[in-house]
């Protein structure tokens, strides 16, 4: 049954990504046809462009940050997603692997962008403790991205612990917001 | 059981050097818990020079603050001093002061010329008659209220046998400019001086053991780095800049080394720096996070804070990083150990029924005494040097400010009121030595 289901969705995907491939080489190299097969076959010329299309839909996400008192300005990616974690924990959820997944997408398309991985946690506990606990909220996201094949190197991390948290208010709902993995750009 | 005979040896010698040195009897038996404050009269300084004319009242504020803030003390009303002339006379007239509840008596005087303020204080018994001593002081107008705390903590000398602590400070962390930087302020509350200055965040600040110096964290680099701000020379360093934390310092009693929180493998645990920043030395190895390092006043074991067992919890070990000990086993989150200079308790701070209340502990795990049951949380405990007074911060009133309380929860007060929100209060060592 699964099986069946999983060759009927394959054959979906497979139809669109022809029917996607014939529009752009119909749309875009009319005449020249020599071109038009190579790309057909998913040759280059076509990578280049998706390529192409996808930095310009990085760029688009991107805005430029400073945090007060802290040297150096960042990129921030709205394509980038935080993840949350438990009170006092630092284990991926279910949740937070689907986004991670997303993002190690964006980045191994983009493998000249080295990130930063922000560890921060809700105000309760103590301010130490919490340094040790973002920065092991941190490496566990970092070590995750790393296992999706995120080159080691491109990927930095800190601990923030609770000194910068989005929502300042005391409830529930501001904390599970604050107790965060974040993605900045240092360079790409 | 070693940590108490030590305590019990310091007693017995303390009986005989106090025999030696004269004493007829104990005024006030600092150890005990349950100490009576000694009914002590405070006679109006007398001006020896011609000094502005509030001056003589400023001091008696300063020093009846001080001695009434120590607890040993019970200042007794000037209104029920004996009418006589000769009652402040040197020698008092012990006769006129015998129906007075007052034990002791502090005459004295002071001048004020310019720029300079000498003052002198003489003790008195009134039960036995005798001259406890006295001394001289003088210094600069602008040192005035450091001065009349020497001149507190002589008196409480002359007392207890031990100095008092009326001219250290406090150093913690506000808000008040709108991100987090490093403040002392005297322990009576007054002298609020800012620190660091740079709009960054700036953490757990810890003085180094000869006062001079306090060691902090800050983000300035985009990494949490340790420095060192140079309190004469006002004068900052960058010391320890390992990739991760660079944490929670603690200086230790020798003040030639500084225990720390740094990143090792993805998770923080704790290590030894040099003072100059050199020779990390790792002390813990775990799959956990280690943080909050504290020294026993001996220097050979430090208590800190590791979730090996699956929740914060307090534990010691050498100072080499053996004979790791579980000290803390109830409640889910116990964190900020903080070992008492007189070594026989660590305080620190637990969570329980959803709130952080302070605690202490004695070092072998036993005889647990919680301190705050207020609303609100209770955190970051710090001993004063003589192990009789806990600064902490709270947010019973709202935002969270620095309170000090006695060792026995006791008397717990306000020490500050700036605008932002203050935390990680670490209490200076003596400064008057």
Redesign the interface.
Known sequence: MVKRFCIVIGVILSLMVMVSCAKKAVKEEPLVTGKAEEKAWGKPGEEAERARIEEKSLEASLERKKYPGIEGVFLESSLLKDIHFGFDQYNLTPEARKILSQNTELLLKHPRVKIQIEGHCDERGTIEYNLALGERRAHTTKGYLISLGVSPDKISSISYGEEMPIDPRYNEGAWAKNRRAHFIILSK | MHLRQIFLLACLLWTFIGAESGWTRVYIDIASPELQPLPIAIAQFEDRGRSKPNLGREIMKILTNDLTISGFFEIIPRSVFPQESNAIADPPDYKIWSPSRAEALVTGGYSSREGQFAIEFRLFDLVDKAFLGGKRYKGSTKGLRNIIHRVANEITYLITGEKGIFDTKIAFVSTMTG??EVYTIDFDGHNLRQITN????N??PAWSPDGRIIAFTS??????DLYLFDLTRSAQVRLSTN???N??PAWSPDGTKMAL?M?KE???EIFIINRDGTHPKRLTKSWS????PTWSPDGRKIAF?S?RAG??QIYTMDRGGKNMKRLTFSGR?N??PSWSLKGNRIAY?G?MDGRFEIFTISPDGMWIRRLTEYSG?N??PTWSPDGRFIAFSSTREGRSHIYVMNANGANQRRLTSTRGKE??PTWSPRMDR
């Open positions: 991100n987090k740079n709009g960054s965040i953490l757990s983000y300035i680099k985009r990494n949490p990739p991760g934390l944490a929670a929180m990143r993805g998770n923080a996070s280690e943080a909050s804070v979730d929740s914060p989150y964190a900020s701070c969570r949380n955190e970051s935390s990680s």
